[in-house]
């Protein structure tokens, strides 16, 4: 079945670094891909989608490429400000299935 | 456009108490209506889905269920609480259309003491 993979752990990072969140997928077919946020005591927003290969979601400065040859998307981010420590999750939705397969999300906390 | 009702926000209720929690839909027709519970620490799991009124699929069997008394309304109950039910529910729904993202309401913080 569908699965996503996200790397283990917090992330901790000071202000203003080069943020990295590892996510690699398993799907039957051709799937949209998608990173969320969850700021403390929130819901999930959608911080951006990317629906085919090759394509480069984009949002309030994170970035991730669809790569299908390496089944991965990968959430960066250039400057990272304390505003963005929040938990951030993978997830793709395959053609046909009525659900969103998620990882199990990563803790980011910035530090001033 | 869209929007997505949870409550209430927070709930504190005793073990053997019944629950009930609600969702509604707002600006869309026929959605896709999930349950999603997420531990302190954890990732979500989800419990229920309905793709239409009456239409519940349980992904994993416990002390919940779920009904689907409307097109746009989604519930969440139990007749007695675990403290392990203590958690974070999210209630979502996507559009019938393929690749489409979910869209979250703000959950309902769940404390079972």
């Known amino acids: 079945g569908d699965s996503v993979t996200q790397m283990e752990g917090p992330v901790t990072l000071s202000e203003e670094a080069f943020l990295t969140i590892n996510c690699t997928y398993t799907?039957?077919?051709?799937?949209?891909l998608f990173w969320y946020v969850q700021y403390p005591g929130e819901g999930l927003q959608l911080l951006l989608k990317?629906?085919?290969?090759?394509d480069k979601g984009s949002n309030k400065g994170f970035e991730a490429t669809y790569r299908k040859e390496t089944t991965s998307f990968h959430l960066e981010k250039g400057s990272v400000q304390v505003s963005d420590s929040a938990v951030y999750f993978c997830?793709?939705?395959?053609?046909?299935?009525?659900?969103?397969?998620f990882g199990k999300g990563n803790q980011v906390v910035v530090i001033p | 456009s869209q929007t997505i009702h949870q409550w209430p926000a927070t709930l504190v209720q005793p073990v053997g108490s019944p629950l009930s929690l609600e969702c509604t839909v707002e600006?869309?027709?026929?959605?896709?209506l999930y349950w999603y519970r997420q531990a302190a620490g954890r990732g979500l799991q989800l419990l229920f889905y309905?793709?239409?009124?009456?239409?519940i699929s349980s992904e994993v069997p416990q002390n919940l269920s779920a009904s689907r008394p409307q097109d746009r309304q989604f519930i969440l109950s139990s007749k007695k609480l675990l403290l392990s039910d203590s958690g974070f529910y999210l209630c979502?729904?996507?559009?019938?259309?393929?690749?489409?993202?979910?869209?979250f309401g703000q959950g309902t913080r769940l404390t079972v003491v």
């Open positions: 979502a729904w996507t559009s019938r259309a393929v690749y489409t993202e979910a869209f």
């Open positions: 799907a039957t077919g051709y799937p949209s």
């Open positions: 990317a629906t085919k290969a090759d």
């Open positions: 997830a793709l939705s395959d053609y046909g299935n009525n659900r969103l397969a």
């Open positions: 600006g869309t027709s026929n959605p896709n």
């Open positions: 309905s793709v239409g009124i009456g239409q």
